[in-house]
């Protein structure tokens, strides 16, 4: 079973590698970042199944992250805060968290809840690879094979191929591929034609007549999957992506108040 993956969220570091390594004890893949603009980039890369927030960063308001994580519509968000006022517990609710903790907490609670908020995904997690026969997207490990044969793509290049394939099969704007591809981190929308193009290099027979990834005139692109049962694609060798690694801590102690 692949485990499920989490973003911690936490300016203390010591306390984040703390309850990174309890989850990891229990199974789970967890990945770290400590301010908002980290937060964004290792999302981004990672696609976590859930985010794990302190409302206290050093370079911005926690819950204005919770609202631009709530927008992704792709993770789970759990908050965690030293704010206990009643009040800011709805506004982070409101800004899209599925739970809220209050610090400090106990270890045992904090991981029980995060075993309820996974347990939805174990219910109905999404598909770990997107399979079209000859190519194959590892949304886990993040790869992309064509006939068996890995292609080199820049996390750009994945992110924006995961999106087109997605559509299944509609066309997308530009504005649209940029803000689901790469939200706040590009803001020229002709970058994602330089991106196609760069795809179509890489996955097509013929870049200059590109059958996969489609120009739909006036609107933008679409992704073709028919075109890979009737075209021999061509198989490019390639390294494997690299993934950002994993951090293990030992734990300063065990089911205390944090």
């Known amino acids: 079973m692949i485990p499920i993956s989490i973003e911690i969220v936490e300016g203390n570091p010591n306390l984040a590698s703390l309850l990174g390594w309890h989850l990891q004890q229990i199974g789970y893949s967890v990945f770290q970042a400590v301010s908002c603009q980290q937060a964004k980039l290792v999302f981004q890369k990672q696609q976590p199944s859930l985010v794990i927030l302190s409302t206290d960063l050093p370079d911005g308001d926690g819950v204005e992250l919770c609202r631009w994580l709530h927008k992704q519509r792709s ?3 759990f908050i965690i805060s030293s704010r206990t006022n009643e009040s800011d517990i709805v506004e982070g609710l409101k800004a899209g968290a599925d739970d809220y903790l209050t610090k400090p907490f106990g270890m045992q609670e904090f991981l029980a809840r995060v075993e309820a908020l996974t347990r939805r995904l174990r219910t109905s997690a999404p598909p770990a690879c997107l399979d079209y026969g000859v190519l194959k997207i590892d949304l886990v490990q ?3 094979r064509l006939k068996g044969n890995a292609i080199d793509l820049t996390p750009q290049e994945f992110s924006l191929l995961y999106v087109l394939a997605q559509s299944e099969g509609l066309a997308l704007s530009r504005a649209e591929l940029l803000q689901k591809a790469w ?4 803001n020229n929308p002709r970058t994602v034609d330089t991106h196609v193009l760069s795809l179509r290099k890489k996955l097509e027979v013929d ?3 590109p059958n996969l990834i489609q ?3 006036n609107i933008g692109y679409r992704f073709n999957p028919e075109a890979l049962s009737r075209l021999p694609l061509r198989p490019q060798p390639s390294n494997n992506s ?6 293990t801590a030992p734990p300063s102690r065990s089911f205390a108040k944090y």
């Open 75 to 77: 993770s789970l968000i």
């Open 183 to 186: 939200p706040d981190e590009i």
């Open 142 to 144: 993040r790869q992309v």
């Open 215 to 217: 120009t739909v005139r």
């Open 242 to 247: 690299d993934r950002p690694p994993q951090f």
């Open 207 to 209: 870049p200059q007549q």
